[in-house]
């Protein structure tokens, strides 16, 4: 079930919430939206969703577009909302046999599909309770199931982990990446380490243009900056400044060297080297050498985090 | 799913699953219970108290009351239908759920009908009473029904139409009201009105096509007057949700 976005532009008055973006997402792919606030997400899932029109481009599902077959479209799509909207006076039950009737399950199906949606989102203890009676957690969880009891070929879910505590978010996640295995499945977030933990593929929106689409792991090597190592020598007889620093810093490929003191029996040192170039080994020789007692030494991955406040915050209008 | 043909190829399957969602939800809700009993304490008051007194052998007046009444209490009714939805976000899991507008508009007034049906079902107390005491004509009595019926019918769409225009209940409860007093009251107004105006606002008024079916004849013109009204009222609700989309 694939999915196309071509030149999709979407205006809430004279501003562009959307800005002629562009992107697939394949079948069974994992697809992470990040991006600030405010960024667009939301307002591209909506329009995939067939909840509002585009103002420019096309969407298409499965070739069919939402502006065309906007009925074709709902039939393979399940939804959660950001926030999470839900009818507070109905019990999970009731919600859950009205959502399968609204998606056309066949009598005989529904109480099977009811039965596994309940299982697998966790909410056998809770199913008599009304959902206004519910944790937010538990909603989570009956939004989910409500997105996926019609066992659709597409998911999009706009924050699933909103509002969860820690281990409610690990449990959400792994419920994802167990029920999206087979589906197509777009999934926003401003959270990082979701994006790494669930997604195959990463988009990055900044004011709704996209700045970054790859795997975490293409982006974080694409933005890489410069290398960077942290090294702990043991303090010995000699002064690290005089004689430890001059003979790092002369090392290939080392563009700068920073002492940052003495800490108890330690010197640390932060070494910054060229793009692409690991100096571990030659560091390794070179304290051999020297008679160096290396006690730490870390060669710090340019992380998403930095990855996603360089495309950002860069962003940002000039006041 | 059942796709009978209807009109513009709705799913009598979506509306039914709709229609008993909504009329549930009123029977949960506190707000449905208390409209019943107000309806009944108003019609004890004006109506019921009077009966004997009145000692004419007919139904008439309580058709009449329960109109004026009806008339408040039914934008009661249908305030939260839509507005609530708008309110709570959940319109656009509504919306994106494989439904056709027109099923939801409809589901939604056919509970509401259903809901202000069983809410008159009662007055038959009213009738039982008056029937074993005089010789009642039977035909203006399922004439009033009817009338009342339809009349109700199109004061329920016009408040399902106010409240799809907004997220607040009270302004639905408002405009609703403003709708239905508007048509209920077209009629009255006539003696003020230039003399070419009459004729179209006369037709215009729920009043005058209820009191026509309400004598016990069932007028075409009438019948096409209570249909139209509903058709046009819930085609304009059904354009209203197309709106918010936009």
């Known amino acids: 079930m694939a999915i196309a976005v071509r030149n999709l532009t979407k205006l809430y008055g004279t501003e562009k919430a959307v800005d002629d973006i562009s992107f697939d997402v394949k079948t069974g792919e994992i697809l992470g939206f990040l991006g600030p606030n405010g960024a667009g997400k939301t307002t591209t899932m909506k329009i995939i969703t067939c909840y509002m029109p585009p103002n420019g481009g096309s969407v298409e599902v499965d070739g069919h577009s939402v502006t065309e ?31 399968s009737q609204l998606h056309g399950i066949s009598k005989s199906d529904v109480k099977p599909r009811m039965r596994e949606m309940v299982e697998v989102c966790g909410l056998g203890d809770v199913r008599h309770k009304d959902i206004g009676e519910l944790s937010k957690g538990y909603r989570q ?23 969860l505590d820690p281990n409610q978010i690990v449990e959400i996640r792994h419920l994802i990446r167990q029920l999206g295995r087979a589906k ?8 990082l380490s979701e994006v790494q933990a669930t997604c195959d593929r990463v988009i990055i929106i900044n004011e709704g243009k996209i700045v970054a689409d790859g795997t975490p792991e293409k982006l974080q090597e694409d933005f890489r900056g410069s290398e960077t190592i942290s090294l702990e020598l043991k303090a010995g007889v000699t002064n690290a400044m005089t004689e430890m620093f001059p003979k790092i810093k002369s090392l290939q490929h080392v563009e700068n060297v920073n002492y940052a003191g003495q800490d108890g029996n330690k010197h640390k040192f932060t070494l910054h080297t060229a793009k692409g170039s690991d100096i571990r080994e030659e560091l390794f020789h070179q304290a051999v050498a020297e008679n160096w007692v290396v006690l730490e ?22 006041k | 799913m059942n796709t009978l043909t209807l009109p513009f190829k709705l799913s009598v399957g979506n509306i039914a699953s709709i229609f008993r969602k909504e009329l549930k939800s009123y029977f949960n809700s506190a707000v449905a219970y208390v409209v019943i009993v107000v309806f009944f304490v108003l019609m004890g008051w004006f109506y019921a108290g009077n009966i004997f007194l009145m000692n004419a052998a007919t139904l008439r007046d309580m058709f009449e009351y329960a109109g004026i009444i009806f008339l408040f209490i039914i934008p009661a009714m249908t305030m939260r239908l839509l507005a609530e939805e708008n309110k709570s976000g959940t319109i656009e899991l509504l919306t994106t759920k494989p439904l056709q507008d027109g099923e939801i508009v409809l589901g939604k007034f056919l509970a509401c009908w259903a809901f202000v049906g069983i809410t008159i079902l009662p007055t038959l107390v009213y009738y039982l009473t008056i029937a074993t005491h005089g010789e009642i004509d039977n035909g203006p009595v399922l004439g009033g029904y009817l009338g ?50 009459t ?15 309400a004598r016990g004849v069932i007028d075409t013109r009438d019948v096409v007057y209570f249909a139209s009204m509903l058709g046009f009222t819930l085609y304009l609700t059904v354009v209203s949700l197309e709106r918010r989309k936009w």
């Open chain 1, 69 to 99: 077959h906007s009925l074709e479209v709902r039939k393979k799509i399940g939804y959660l909302p950001e926030h999470n909207p839900l009818y507070m006076d109905m019990n999970v039950i009731e919600y859950l046999e009205y959502s």
């Open chain 1, 297 to 318: 030494m870390t060669r710090s991955v340019t992380s998403l985090e930095e990855v996603f406040h360089k495309l950002t915050r860069a962003e940002e209008p000039k």
């Open chain 2, 148 to 197: 009342l019926l339809l009349m109700t019918g199109v004061y329920v769409a016009c408040g399902l139409f106010a409240s799809s225009l907004t997220e607040n209940q009270i302004v639905a409860f408002m405009v609703g009201i403003f709708f239905c007093v508007a048509l209920f009251f077209v009629d009255k107004t006539l003696i003020f009105m230039p003399d070419f105006a």
């Open chain 1, 184 to 191: 197509t499945v777009i999934l926003s977030t401003h959270i």
């Open chain 2, 199 to 213: 004729g179209v606002l006369q037709y215009l008024s729920v009043d005058y096509h209820f009191s026509n079916i």
């Open chain 1, 141 to 163: 969880r009956v939004g989910l199931a409500q997105a996926m009891i019609h066992d659709p070929e597409v998911l999009i879910l706009d924050e699933p982990t909103s509002g």
